[in-house]
């Protein structure tokens, strides 16, 4: 197929391509710098037909991944593992998050994702 064999692009991109780039790009960070995302034991928090969530923990590491796979707006509620009640989250990408110490929740547009941490 010699349709695969473009040059790459490097700058004149669409909004939407440069917005890929700067979540692709903060993911490689925390991927780089979270050791819970490298070496981290993983649980299930969540799952349905729409939404998952799950935990990598390491030590005293925790990073939360949240999914929306569906095509509205999703609210996911978490009861984090024992080990990790009374543990700040922040959102690294903006979702709406509510609660504290063991119960939060997170609201999710359609198709997206969350990474929330310690």
Do not use: C
Request: proline share 3%; no cysteine; aromatic share 10%.
């Amino acid at each position: 197929d010699p349709d695969n064999r473009r040059m790459m692009r490097f700058d004149g991109w669409s909004e939407a391509e440069a917005q890929t780039k700067e979540i692709v790009e903060k993911l490689t960070e925390l991927r780089r710098n979270r050791l819970s995302l490298i070496y981290g034991d993983t649980e299930i928090l969540h799952v349905n037909d729409q939404t998952l969530a799950i935990a990598r923990s390491y030590f005293g590491e925790l990073t939360v991944v949240v999914f929306n796979k569906g095509g509205e707006e999703q609210t996911v509620r978490l009861h984090l593992p024992e080990r990790f009640l009374g543990q700040d989250l922040r959102a690294q990408f903006g979702a709406s998050l509510e609660g504290s110490y063991k119960e939060w929740s997170v609201t999710l547009p359609p198709n997206s994702f969350e990474l929330l941490t310690n």
